[in-house]
Nanobody, 120 residues
Framework: QVQLVESGGGLVQPGGSLRLSCVVS????????MNWYRQAPGKGRELVAA????????VYDDSVRGRFTISRDNANDTLYLQMNSLRPEDTAVYFC?????????????WGQGTQVTVSS
C-alpha cells in the first residue's frame, strides 16, 4: 500500500519560515523522483519543486526559486520542502507526489496535503 503523509504546515507571518515533511511507504523511495505541488483556493494545482531520486538535481517554479529548497533523506524515506521568506501568495495546500508508473496509480501517488497560511 503506497502512502505519503505530509506534515509541517501551519500559520506563519510574512517573511517567516516553515519546513514541510513527507514520509512515504509502500514503494522504493530511493528509486523515485519526487515533487511538491501546491493549490491555492480557486486556482489549479501547480508544481513547486522537483528532485531526482538521488537528490542530486532539483528544479523550482520561478515564484519560489531562491526561497524554497527541496531535499530528501533516502535513509528515512522522507522528502522535505524548506520554505523561507514566505509571502501571502504562498498560501496554499501543499502536496507531495511520487510520479510512480503502475496500473493502480494513473496519476502517481499523492499525499493528503498540508495547509500553509502566510498572513499577518
Amino acid at each position: 500500500q503506497v502512502q505519503l503523509v505530509e506534515s509541517g504546515g501551519g500559520l506563519v507571518q510574512p517573511g517567516g519560515s516553515l519546513r514541510l515533511s513527507c514520509v512515504v511507504s509502500g514503494f522504493t523511495f530511493s528509486s523515485s523522483a519526487m515533487n511538491w505541488y501546491r493549490q491555492a483556493p480557486g486556482k489549479g494545482r501547480e508544481l513547486v519543486a522537483a528532485i531526482t531520486s538521488d537528490g542530486g538535481n532539483a528544479v523550482y517554479d520561478d515564484s519560489v526559486r531562491g526561497r524554497f529548497t527541496i531535499s530528501r533523506d533516502n535513509a528515512n524515506d522522507t522528502l522535505y520542502l524548506q520554505m523561507n521568506s514566505l509571502r501571502p501568495e504562498d498560501t496554499a495546500v501543499y502536496f507531495c507526489n511520487a510520479p510512480l508508473r503502475r496500473p493502480g496509480l494513473p496519476r502517481g501517488a499523492w499525499g493528503q496535503g498540508t495547509q500553509v497560511t502566510v498572513s499577518s
